[in-house]
DNA sequence: GTGAAAGCGCTAACAC
DNA sequence: GTGTTAGCGCTTTCAC
């Protein structure tokens, strides 16, 4: 028995094989898939059931050329860094693709040289392959924006538009200020005074705004940070050697981290000085990462909302394709704190 | 100045466009794209010449429809495992993309109900949204392929048809045993005797096959695996608990394990019990998974040639897509070790 | 509410 | 070698 009243191979059915099995036009059939609400109740099921029996279903081909529409979206990934922590685009794709099939879209994905952030969207823009595109990769400046604006071409960003205020874009992001301020607050309230931070080198935007959140909560409490930052490259080593030299020269309690990639860096000085990880020094990382899910003790780490990301890129996406056009602006989703052992007990 | 010389937007340059301003047929320039060595030299120059002013792109939906093929490659994703190490797909699917586009074709992503390892086939092959695809989940034995055969839908598993040796589809596997047989070969060589397996429970043949690679390099040193042996889910957890029974029945020196999951599993009961990793006792995972190279001390690991597999899928693909049919069965990979300091001294 | 005609942009088949 | 004809399967007019 066959999961579906279709013939188990064979061409597929068309239009005309439906309609006449049906004993209505071609018009009709479309009509029926298309705008139900147009046809006669009894018409509507004889051609429902024809469609059944059939197991017929529009060729996207001949939908996509008549429509100027192929209901895919292009999404440009990178290869996962070897020896960092980061599998945030995992997940994110994960999610995008669950999401964008609700609203009737599949996700095609696609590469480009990783030095020149533009190639590959052109070719599938102008081969009429996609629909959209997700832009993910705004940490390099996102040119990808303005280009795909002036090309006209629908997009929405993950990721804000940071060097550019006025861009009009459709664009969603996670506030990581919000995320480190929460992740200080968290170690301040257990009683910790300082509180060092690691983060990326001064040109990441992303960076320096994770660690703005670190800032001001330090400053809303009063309390003092020079001396108790330090800006390095995204590795274990960096993030290894920053705790060190910041141990020895500020002696904090705690650590916050731009990524778990540095938090395990930190991780991995704690060891060497045989400082226990939470009872003598707290350490939260970014991301949740499976590293930090999985390490022990286990990592505290500032979790990306990646699903509601993906649900407020395609809401953003159906608005920019339907019709009527309805323009979105910028969406600004607010991290949480995954809380693991890393934290260490409330200190008296 | 922009990056091509086509308008900055407007409608697309057709065929038709391109004919004219090269003063050929629609047909020629259809021929200068796809046959070009049917044209004289002097015409192919100038259609390629106009070609590039317009900056002409076949449109997609149009070809697709009148080749009956969408040079897109159905991929179905799932949502990668919390809690535990495995980012293999990861890896595969970018791989897989970069691969398909040296092939002319894109990556089209699908998720399907988690129970159902049918859901979403059927419907983007009744509507011939691609190509072919590329089938993963094969844990779950493989009906699809079953399925899909029955279909006569072109497909390439990345598994071996484990239960059904009669299978004759494509497929590449890399083999696990012979993975876990270096790995257990190493820390034989470093003087290693009582080692030590947690795997997963018996109805994964994946696992089964893993295990078979430590047994055999076991029985080949003629030592004892009786009581050395374990058989759990792939949770950190359940390597911490099987590490702990097994150390208290068995005394191993060293573990190889199934996954990165349950090797961290080993590492906590070493790190609990005050055992140093490496010096005391060794273990070495499987995947090398970002886990394994950010964790400290570092984690020896099985890696998988998921590059190498996504090239023999892609391979087979062309295969089966191409003309004339070339039909390629089973290709089976050989992984490699990934030695860190998990694998401790050489023992004296 | 239903049907007939036209055409989206491309390429296979054939004529010249 | 190049041009002409036809049609892939669908949806958007526009009659009826």
Not at 50 to 61: E, Q, S, V
Not at 107 to 119: A, R
Not at 291 to 309: F, I, K, M, N, Y
């Amino acid at each position: 028995m066959s999961r579906t009243s279709s013939r188990t191979s064979g061409p597929p059915p068309t239009l005309a094989d439906v309609a006449e099995r049906a004993g209505v036009s071609r018009q009709t059939v479309s009509n029926a898939v298309n705008n139900p609400d147009l046809l006669r109740a009894d018409t509507l099921l004889r051609v429902q059931q024809a469609i059944a029996d059939l197991g017929y279903l529009p060729n996207r081909a001949a939908r996509n050329l008549r429509t100027r529409a192929s209901h895919l979206i292009g999404l440009r990934i990178q290869a996962a860094q070897e020896g960092t922590a980061n599998a945030t685009m995992d997940r994110f794709v994960h999610s995008l693709v669950e999401t964008s099939r609700e609203a009737g879209y599949h996700v095609l994905l696609f590469t480009g040289d990783p030095t020149d952030p533009l190639s590959g969207y052109e070719d599938l823009l102008r081969s009429t392959a996609v629909d959209a595109f997700v832009v993910t990769d705004t940490y390099l400046g996102n040119p990808q924006a303005e280009w795909l604006d002036g090309r006209r071409a629908p997009f929405v960003a993950f990721g804000r538009p940071w060097e550019n205020s006025e861009a009009t874009h459709a664009w969603v992001d996670v506030d990581g200020a919000a995320g480190c301020e929460s992740a200080t607050r968290h170690l301040l309230a257990k009683g910790h005074e300082r509180i060092a931070w690691i983060g990326w080198r001064k040109d990441s935007r992303i960076g320096e705004d994770r660690r703005a959140g670190w800032h001001r909560a330090m400053k809303e409490a009063g309390l003092p940070t020079s001396g108790l930052a330090s800006r390095v490259e995204d590795t274990v080593a960096s993030g290894r050697e920053a705790s060190e030299v910041l141990l020895d020269e500020a002696a904090p309690t705690a650590f916050v981290c731009a990524s778990d990639t540095l938090a395990m860096g930190v991780l991995h000085t704690l060891g060497l000085r045989g400082l226990r990880v939470g009872d003598d020094v707290a350490v939260v990382g970014f991301d949740d990462s499976q590293v930090a899910q999985v390490v022990r003790p286990g990592l505290s780490s500032v979790r990306q909302p990646l699903e509601d990301v993906a649900i407020e890129v395609v809401t953003a996406l159906e608005g920019l394709l339907g019709r009527p056009r309805v323009a979105q602006q910028g969406v600004l989703l607010t991290p949480s704190l995954v809380v693991r052992d890393s934290s260490g007990p409330d200190r008296s």
